[in-house]
């Protein structure tokens, strides 16, 4: 049988004893291979979701099955300790009187299948915690620490981890410092991830899959090119919007520095980039760096030009400012532009034009 994902449908509200009233609702099935991200602004559920999953919250209807493992329905639950789940907090929960390289052996001991000392070393190479390993947890810096919770989260050989804003205690240099962690875990270790934050920058860099929250329902679902690819999902609300695309290398221009990579819709330079010949390369073009143009540009020092037809346009997006879906090939770049550009061009949906990108940044 082939493994199907989490697959999620609940009803759930706080016992009214807590006057919260707040209740989740929703029908969501999460893919069984990489990272599924949970997004949404502060209070919209993403806790409570990740704690329905884990049985720390009873729910009051529906089921939570991973894999065709049945955790919760209508007549039975399993207790978390029984739930093959790693757990990974905004603050370690790491045992301080215990060295790393014993609680790391405690979890080693929880889990029931046969001890890996191949695997002990592939997840200690793979967050490199290997100078860590006789410290205790006092001794760590708050980065290193959450790669020991981690690598002690996945010593339990978990079916599934659930990570609630692990790099939320973190300042943003080390933010920068584990995020390369994170993004290596999905292709190393086969087991689904789901990744609580309310970061966009973290979702951009490690989701392959994104489900966003509002008040307890899920408003959105789909991978980054979609969610990012339609001006209506609430990303957009507080944000600068950007596009996200999926890259493959092309070549190396070693003349101006520069790189290309290429996308089912065309081909994009950017600034020259070292290790990534062959290689996947998730890119984010913001809309305020995509200018439109209804000629062929000529004579423009912008390297990057595509031609595009114009989907949805929406006037007024921000005041003075108006949103345009530009489709090339199976992807769609959003642009943004003033109003009165908009006006004055007579933009419509259904043009062909051309866009040209400004910058494109690299983000995995
Ligand atoms: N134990 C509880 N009892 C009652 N209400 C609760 C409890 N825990 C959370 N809530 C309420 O449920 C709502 C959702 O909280 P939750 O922590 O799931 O949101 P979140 O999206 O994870 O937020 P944040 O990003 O701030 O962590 C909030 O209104 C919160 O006050």
Sequence with gaps: MSDNGLQVKLSFTYPSSNYSGFSLDLDLIMPSRGVTVIFGESGSGKTSLLRCIAGLEKISNGQVQLNHNTWQDSSHFVPTHKR???YVFQETSLFSHLTVKQNLAYAIKRSTEKH????LQQVIDVLAIANTINKYPSQLSGGERQRVAIARALLSKPQILLMDEPLASLDNARKQQILPY????HSEFKIPIIYVTHSIEEMIRLADYGVILQAGKVVAQGNLTELFGNIDTPLSLNQDLSTVLECEFVQLDEKWNLTQVGFDGGLLWLPKLNNIQNKKVRVQI???DVSISLVAPEQTSVLNIL??????VSNEHKLGTSLLVLYIGAS???ASLTSKSLSELGIQQG???WAMIKSVAIVR
């Design 286 to 288: 913001l809309a305020s």
């Design 182 to 185: 994170l993004e290596g875990l």
């Design 351 to 353: 043009d062909t034009v």
């Design 307 to 312: 031609q595009v037809k114009v989907g949805q």
């Design 84 to 86: 093959k789940l790693g």
């Design 116 to 119: 890996d000392p191949k695997f």
């Design 332 to 334: 769609q770049i959003v």
